[in-house]
């Protein structure tokens, strides 16, 4: 779950899921961009050894990111 919970006024956020099977090839899930105060769950449509969220500000203003990650082995 990926969660912009910059306070009213800051920037929006857009972040994805990336996918690799050795640590080295990654794979890329579209971008999804959040607003302030809103949240989206990051689904995977592929299941690979190693999973991470790659995000970044839209814009230059300044955003806090909450990001909750549940994997099993």
Known sequence: ???????AGLGEVWAKLQLSPDGT???EDE????????AYAMVPGK???YARVYYGAVGTTAVTLSIYFQGQS
């Open 31 to 38: 971008a999804v961009t959040l607003s302030v105060s809103t």
């Open 1 to 7: 779950l990926v969660n912009n919970s910059a306070p």
């Open 47 to 49: 299941f690979l050894k």
């Open 25 to 27: 090839t990654w794979f």
